[in-house]
């Protein structure tokens, strides 16, 4: 009966897919270009002072030294770790390696994502430490894998450590911060992937729309009317 006065049962066209429409956008590459550009500029600069640091402290400090920077709260001690962070796990130094270059790699593919702020600042903090140590992992005695990290910094009563240890804990903190949050790597919230929900009274409205047999009945009501006299 619809057919009949010009309606359509179906539309021809279909309503394009949101997603499809997007897919096919090049604008959310160019809306991570700066993040990115970000990423790098705090990895590069962290990783700079890393390494800048650990070569004067070889040239400058003796391993018996005791060189007081700020008091006694923060002194200068050189100390050659062939362990993790904080001079901890010495024994494993290959498999750290192995770790270090995986962790490198991961954070390099999520950072294809990246389109916020904070997390291009730790993800970028968290590549700097990371390729930090291994640098010295990979390039100091005794070899490649098993290379000695260099530490200097030392506070009271706390294993002595350096500014890649400094980055990878920062690091830490601020991807921890934007989990909390609810902020994700693209910069979209967790509340904006959750479904919506849907009053039940718009469903029953819709369904009892698109009812054939509810068009029926009024078709033939009207179709009534209009033979009584």
């Known amino acids: 009966m619809q057919a009949a006065r010009g309606t359509p049962l179906t539309s021809a066209d279909p309503p394009t897919s949101t997603d499809e429409a997007d897919s096919t956008d090049p604008r959310p590459s160019r809306r991570r270009a700066p993040y990115l550009v970000l990423l790098a500029l705090v990895a590069s600069t962290a990783y700079a002072l890393d390494v800048a640091t650990k070569i004067l402290a ?6 018996s030294s005791n060189v007081e920077l700020v008091g006694p709260w923060l002194t200068l001690t050189l100390v050659r770790n062939p362990g993790a962070a904080f001079s901890t796990g010495t024994e494993f130094t290959a498999v750290l390696s192995v770790i270090a270059i995986t962790a490198a790699l991961v954070v390099l593919w999520v950072a294809r994502r990246v389109a916020s702020r904070w997390w291009a600042v ?17 390039l100091r005695a005794p070899g490649p894998f098993h290379g000695e990290v260099i530490d200097f910094l030392r506070l009271p009563n706390w294993p002595v450590f350096n ?5 990878i804990n920062v690091a830490a903190g601020v991807i921890i911060l934007q989990a909390f949050r609810g902020v994700r790597v693209d910069g979209t919230r ?40």
């Open 58 to 63: 070889v040239e400058r400090l003796e391993p």
């Open 190 to 229: 967790e509340a904006d992937h959750a479904p919506s929900e849907k009053d039940p009274a718009d469903d029953t409205a819709d369904d009892t729309a698109g009812d054939p047999a509810a068009d029926t009945a009024g078709d033939t009501a009207g179709d009534t009317g209009e033979r009584t006299p």
């Open 122 to 138: 730790g993800l970028g903090l968290l590549l700097a430490g990371v390729l930090g140590n291994l640098t010295d992992r990979m």
């Open 163 to 167: 500014i890649a240890d400094i980055c």
